[in-house]
Structure formats: structure tokens, C-alpha cells
């Protein structure tokens, strides 16, 4: 079992930046990946970034490609998404998900555990 926990959401101005964290625990392997998702009021669940829980390899949706940073700090077992320039567009509850996975980076249903979810809100 794996637990994730999501914490940092708020609300900030356009233009304004917020970070998010996933703390994880439970039985964690090496080949875990950590992704977010987001789901805005009406729409589907979009998602938003993934890296390994080992390694170096990150993916990002091309809607926050160059805004968004993902990142991982293993001594706290936390994964990390720094958000700038920040659009009323990205308003939304933001998860993150964890699963065990080869090649690659998921992006979608693939995800096992999910946390419970952060609001972001982003005024213009």
C-alpha cells in the first residue's frame, strides 16, 4: 500500500506562483513513478506532469511545459511541483497518483493511488 499526500494549494493572482508537494509513504520501489493530474469544475481529469521515484526522467503536458517544475526531494520522500506564471486556466484540483511502471512516464488511468487532492485557484 502506498499513501500520497498532497499539500500547498491556494489561491494566487495570474502571473503569481504556488508550489505543491506529495509526501509519500508506504511501500515505495524503485520503479514507482509520481504523477500529477488536475481536474477543473466540469472538465475531465488532465494530466499535468510525471517523474520516476528514481532517476532523472520527467514528462509534462504541453499546456505547462516552460511554467511548471517537477521535482523530487528523496530525503523527505516527497515529490515536488513548483507552478509560475500561474493562468486563471489552471484553476483546478490538483492530485497526485502514484504506480509502478517500465518504460516511459503514464499519463493516464494507468495510476494505482491517488491522493485526496489540493484546490488551486487562480484569479485574474
Known amino acids: 500500500q502506498v499513501q500520497l499526500v498532497e499539500s500547498g494549494g491556494g489561491l494566487v493572482q495570474a502571473g503569481g506562483s504556488l508550489r505543491l508537494s506529495c509526501a509519500a509513504s508506504?511501500?515505495?520501489?524503485?520503479?514507482?513513478?509520481i504523477g500529477w493530474f488536475r481536474q477543473a469544475p466540469g472538465k475531465e481529469r488532465e494530466f499535468v506532469a510525471a517523474?520516476?521515484?528514481?532517476?532523472?526522467?520527467?514528462r509534462y503536458a504541453d499546456s505547462v511545459k516552460g511554467r511548471f517544475t517537477n521535482s523530487r526531494d528523496s530525503a523527505k520522500n516527497t515529490v515536488n511541483l513548483q507552478m509560475n506564471s500561474l493562468k486563471p486556466e489552471d484553476t483546478a484540483v490538483y492530485y497526485c497518483?502514484?504506480?509502478?511502471w517500465g518504460l516511459g512516464l503514464p499519463a493516464g488511468d494507468e495510476y494505482d493511488y491517488w491522493g485526496r487532492g489540493t484546490q488551486v485557484t487562480v484569479s485574474s
Open positions: 497518483a502514484g504506480v509502478r
Open positions: 508506504g511501500r515505495i520501489f524503485s520503479d514507482y513513478v
Open positions: 517523474i520516476r521515484w528514481i532517476g532523472s526522467c520527467i
